[in-house]
């Protein structure tokens, strides 16, 4: 389990219970159980008893979850250091790699639902940067190849980034970032109206540790 005092000496960066409930997944009344029933992590406390979770509690919880996913109960699994939780865990590659391909066959059906179920099911398995890095983006860029050659009509292409950004963007909403980070402003200039390559660096560097601004495409300087 993470060492709380050595979080504390070094001002590490720490995320309030609805911030680690939308980067984990998890829901606030389910982490909340977690913790008292099976000691699954144990968050710091402000002076005010606030939760406060650091990226390896964070971690810690999309493991757990996923485990609990793949079946086994979290019981049996609580109170298994990192390591071992991974075992438990298939690696994203491969799990991402059948997504990309099953997303696709919805995108190519218009099947708005199916896209939306399948690419937020991995996004919680997977948390806001893995699942950016290996589903969104090599989705994206095959989409945007195939429209490219005439094999998919644009009205594919505009699906599955309406569905790409709602997601990134939940994962930027203001709970959701820690206002302990240095500031970094995403934004766009006019006549750039491409946002889905701004926001998955925004999310990159919220996963890094920092306090982005993301004011969106098109700013005035």
């Known amino acids: 389990m993470p060492d709380r005092s050595s979080a504390k000496a070094t001002h590490?960066?720490?995320?309030?219970?609805?911030?680690?409930?939308?980067?984990?997944?998890?829901?606030?009344?389910?982490?909340?159980?977690?913790?008292?029933?099976?000691?699954?992590?144990?968050?710091?406390?402000?002076?005010?008893?606030?939760?406060?979770?650091?990226?390896?509690?964070?971690?810690?919880?999309?493991?757990?979850?996923?485990?609990?996913?793949?079946?086994?109960?979290?019981?049996?699994?609580?109170?298994?250091?990192?390591?071992?939780?991974?075992?438990?865990?298939?690696?994203?590659?491969?799990?991402?790699?059948?997504?990309?391909?099953?997303?696709?066959?919805?995108?190519?059906?218009l099947a708005a639902p199916a896209v939306r179920r399948l690419l937020a099911r991995q996004l919680s398995a997977l948390g806001p940067v893995p699942f950016a890095r290996h589903v969104a983006v090599p989705l994206l860029h095959e989409v945007g190849e195939r429209w490219s050659r005439d094999e998919l009509a644009i009205a594919a292409e505009h699906l599955l980034s309406s569905v790409v950004r709602a997601l990134l963007g939940s994962s930027l909403s203001p709970g959701a970032i820690s206002s302990l980070g240095p500031r970094i402003v995403f934004a766009t200039p006019p006549g750039e109206h491409h946002e889905l390559g701004l926001r998955l660096a925004a999310l990159v560097a919220l996963d890094a540790g920092a306090n982005p601004i993301y004011l969106g495409p098109e700013l005035p300087a």
């Open 12 to 109: 590490e960066l720490t995320y309030s219970l609805g911030a680690a409930a939308r980067l984990t997944g998890i829901s606030p009344d389910l982490l909340r159980a977690w913790e008292r029933r099976y000691a699954a992590v144990q968050p710091e406390r402000t002076a005010g008893g606030t939760r406060r979770y650091t990226a390896e509690d964070l971690e810690r919880l999309r493991l757990l979850k996923a485990a609990v996913d793949a079946g086994h109960r979290i019981g049996q699994v609580a109170t298994l250091d990192l390591d071992a939780l991974r075992a438990h865990v298939a690696p994203p590659e491969p799990e991402a790699g059948g997504a990309v391909e099953e997303s696709l066959g919805a995108v190519e059906r």
